[in-house]
T-cell receptor, first 115, second 110 residues
């Protein structure tokens, strides 16, 4: 199947700093990218949906100024957690799908720890 | 978006067949049913997708009754490495907003 590469796989940052997570579709054009966060022993919670070249659509309760999403190309989307705080510590996962795809392909996830 | 309901957890033993049923009573005409597997600290992995009747691939089978209001993922002869969370999702392929339900935690014992 198609591959989505997500980096970094884990990151530790200080409170107040910003962290960028990259998500690349390696062998398909991801016209739509989804970003999720997942807390321990819980399901994935959709944060936002982004279409290439357009502004992301955020789910209710997700701060767009804190979680900046860029989807400038068909193969790359980034999530920047700005002014991170310990409560932002979580597992972040991206997925992508294209017009020719019948399912979404997920990245490996990024474990963010804010200290 | 069709809501899905699955058992919270299931236990099995190595070598057994495991069937996980998902209810999706308000599935729409254009919706497909997709199952994903997730191991701890990894992204979900696609298992199987279907629209109606039965679909089989190298790892699982998917049974969908005529009314499509439920579906059953069948894992033949599970092993310890099949211990994971299994998610059932319903939506339009290629453009759907993937909303995850709670999933089913499968524990495979020796």
């Amino acid at each position: 199947g198609a591959v989505v590469s997500q980096h970094p796989s884990w990151v530790i940052c200080k409170s107040g700093t910003s962290v960028k997570i990259e998500c690349r579709s390696l062998d398909f054009q991801a016209t739509t990218m989804f970003w999720y966060r997942q807390f321990p022993k819980q399901s994935l919670m959709l944060m936002a949906t982004s279409n290439e070249g357009s502004k992301a659509t955020y789910e209710q309760g997700v701060e767009k100024d804190k979680f900046l999403i860029n989807h400038a190309s068909l193969t790359l989307s980034t999530l920047t957690v700005t002014s991170a705080h310990p409560e932002d510590s979580s597992f972040y996962i991206c997925s992508g799908t294209g017009t020719a795809n019948t399912e979404a392909f997920f990245g490996q996830g990024t474990r963010l720890t804010v200290v | 978006l069709a809501k899905t309901t699955q058992p919270i957890s299931m236990d099995s033993y190595e070598g057994q067949e495991v069937n996980i049923t998902c209810s999706h009573n308000n599935i729409a005409t254009n919706d497909y049913i997709t199952w994903y597997q997730q191991f701890p600290s990894q992204g979900p992995r696609f298992i199987i997708q279907g629209y109606k009747t039965k679909v089989t691939n190298e790892v699982a089978s998917l049974f969908i009754p005529a009314d499509r209001k439920s579906s059953t993922l069948s894992l033949p002869r599970v092993s310890l490495s099949d211990t994971a969370v299994y998610y059932c999702l319903v939506g339009v392929p290629g453009g759907f907003k993937t909303i995850f339900g709670a999933g089913t935690r499968l524990f495979v014992k020796a």
